[in-house]
């Protein structure tokens, strides 16, 4: 299994990005997919999910309204919309399913 995200960058406050997580190994369209970050200083925390179909999707409060997860089964990629980005949103952002992580992708929010 592995998991490769990309999309990272520095952002100024207010902007955009989109985070990529291509996948292989394993049957993608029946895996909920994960999106979590690590903050400098903080413990690692969900962001968003996406059931397997794409059907259910799961953000938490500290970005609902700015952050949209979607999924293309087709190309067995998770993507993180992430819009009027805070510096509060600086992290690692890391793709997941069941056990296996990826390898994250930086994310600097600063003027």
């Known amino acids: 299994v592995q998991l490769v995200e990309s999309g990272g960058g520095l952002v100024q406050p207010g902007g955009s990005l989109r985070l990529s997580c291509t996948a292989s190994?394993?049957?993608?369209?029946?895996?909920?997919m994960r999106w979590y970050r690590q903050g400098p200083g903080k413990e690692r925390e969900l962001v968003a999910s996406i059931s397997g179909t794409g059907g259910i999707t799961n953000i938490v409060p500290s970005v609902k309204g700015r952050f949209t997860i979607s999924r293309d089964n087709a190309k067995n990629t998770v993507f993180l919309q992430m819009n009027s980005l805070k510096p509060e949103d600086t992290a690692m952002y890391y793709c997941?399913?069941?056990?296996?992580w990826g390898q994250g992708t930086q994310v600097t929010v600063s003027s």
């Open positions: 997941n399913t069941v056990i296996w």
């Open positions: 190994g394993f049957t993608f369209s029946t895996f909920t």
